[in-house]
T-cell receptor
Framework: AQSVTQPDIHITVSEGASLELRCNYS??????LFWYVQSPGQGLQLLLK??????LVQGIKGFEAEFKRSQSSFNLRKPSVHWSDAAEYFC?????????FGKGTRLHILP | GAGVSQTPSNKVTEKGKYVELRCDPI?????LYWYRQSLGQGPEFLIY????????DSGLPNDRFFAVRPEGSVSTLKIQRTERGDSAVYLC??????????????FGPGTRLTVL
């Protein structure tokens, strides 16, 4: 079975600083990979996804992620965070008809 | 148009009771998914419908959990003899096409279930 590991439970960055959230997956073939964001009181929103092709994927809200097969990683990045980016971020992998989520990383933004 | 809606937003019940959670998918979406999110965890897959039929119910934890989608639109997740361990946020998602993880799944806000 596939799995996703997000090694950081909490991350705190200052507003305007760069951000990188780590994600490692376990899967033999080329995985379908996703990043979702969950804000308080709101549903999960898809930030970006990778299926094939260019390993650098652009998403919404200025986020990007890079698929690195050699490291089994799909880290999420943003060059400059805004206070509104404070939320829970989930890395996920597709397996047949379902999505398998990591445990999430909660992002805190310092003013 | 409207997104995925779920009712109620909060449900408090007593151990041993029966509960129903409702999901209204985005109009026209043929695929519907239920997930459960426990405190401090990511969502866990429960069941997937393609149209009226359950295409994959491998995530249902036991036979106390059941879900239906009789007309291929609204779905109801039913939990019998609730236990305190069932307390979680139950998320519903829908997607437009043939379903599967390559379809973009749109999530509702969830129903927070608390079993006392």
């Amino acid at each position: 079975a596939q799995s996703v590991t997000q090694p950081d439970i909490h991350i705190t960055v200052s507003e305007g600083a760069s951000l990188e959230l780590r994600c490692n997956y376990s899967y033999g073939a080329t995985p379908y990979l996703f990043w979702y964001v969950q804000s308080p009181g709101q549903g999960l929103q898809l930030l970006l996804k990778y299926f094939s092709g260019d390993t650098l994927v652009q998403g919404i809200k200025g986020f990007e992620a890079e698929f690195k097969r050699s490291q089994s990683s799909f880290n999420l990045r943003k060059p400059s965070v805004h206070w509104s980016d404070a939320a829970e971020y989930f890395c996920a992998v597709g397996e047949n008809d379902k999505i398998i989520f990591g445990k999430g990383t909660r992002l805190h933004i310092l003013p | 148009g409207a997104g995925v809606s779920q009712t109620p937003s909060n449900k408090v019940t007593e151990k041993g009771k029966y509960v129903e959670l409702r999901c209204d998918p985005i109009s026209g979406h043929t695929a519907l998914y239920w997930y459960r999110q426990s405190l401090g965890q990511g969502p866990e897959f429960l069941i997937y419908f393609q149209g009226t039929g359950a295409a994959d119910d491998s995530g249902l934890p036991n036979d106390r959990f059941f879900a239906v989608r009789p007309e291929g639109s609204v779905s109801t997740l039913k939990i019998q003899r609730t236990e305190r361990g069932d307390s979680a946020v139950y998320l519903c998602a829908s997607s437009a096409n043939h379903g599967g993880s390559t379809d973009t799944q749109y999530f509702g806000p969830g129903t927070r279930l608390t079993v006392l």
